[in-house]
């Protein structure tokens, strides 16, 4: 158990709303992950964080944001939810020093109608 | 984008039968990783392989990552109901903040 939680864990939201998702974790690990599942695309890496404040964008960061104020915290925020956005959602964290393997909260499925 | 292409997306046997799942790119990753992800759940760690043409078992899963570093399989022996699930790779990237780059995933079901 790496001490990853993921909030909500199901939501449906209407198109053009904001949402925010929450990943928090126990372990004060530098390194946070926001991913999302899709069928037939694996995981791919919407957001990533090396620490407070430091944040950049993966290979699908269109139409999140992300924010990191505190260690235990990664938020995950869609400023105007759209269909495309119904996926689910999961956070990682990266020990320091590992061999970069990441370990995975429940994920949050977020639903966009 | 590097891309990591996993073949079959989905199987289906019996259990006591033996399989070989494949993960392919033409990127080389500095090592790559196995997950397991059960349904509603977050995917689990299985194994990491570093050196070209390393092989690593765990029980009856045994790994391998190609010469190249480019590819890797999965051979699973004598599976057992237990072992089904959505089985993914991941390759480590060389340059960069080593993010990690995800296969398309094998869905494994085995009947008992």
């Known amino acids: 158990d790496a001490g990853i939680t993921q909030s909500p864990r199901h939501k449906v939201t209407e198109t053009g709303t904001p949402v925010t998702l929450r990943c928090h974790q126990t372990?004060?690990?530098?390194?946070m992950y926001w991913y999302r599942q899709d069928p037939g695309h694996g995981l791919r890496l919407i957001h990533y964080?090396?620490?407070?404040?430091?944040?950049d964008k993966g290979e699908v960061s269109d139409g999140y944001s992300v924010s990191r104020s505190k260690t235990e915290d990664f938020l995950l925020t869609l400023e105007s939810a759209t269909s495309s956005q119904t996926s689910v959602y999961f956070c990682a964290i990266r020990p320091s020093g590992s061999g970069y393997e990441q370990y995975f909260g429940p994920g949050t499925r977020l639903t966009v109608t | 984008t590097q891309l990591l292409e996993q073949s079959p997306q989905f199987l289906s046997i019996q259990e006591g039968e033996n399989l070989t799942v494949y993960c392919n790119s033409s990127s080389v990753f500095s090592s790559l990783q196995w997950y397991r992800q059960e349904p509603g759940e977050g995917p689990v760690l299985l194994v990491t392989v570093v050196t070209g043409g390393e092989v690593k078992k765990l029980k009856r899963l045994t790994f391998q990552f190609g010469d190249a570093r480019k590819d890797s399989s999965l051979h699973i022996t004598a599976a057992q109901p237990g072992d089904t699930g959505l089985y993914l790779c991941?390759?480590?990237?060389?340059?960069?903040?080593?993010?990690?780059?995800f296969g398309t995933g094998t869905r494994l079901l085995v009947s008992p």
């Open positions: 964080s090396y620490g407070v404040k430091d944040t």
């Open positions: 991941a390759g480590v990237e060389v340059t960069g903040f080593q993010k990690l780059v």
């Open positions: 372990e004060n690990h530098r390194y």
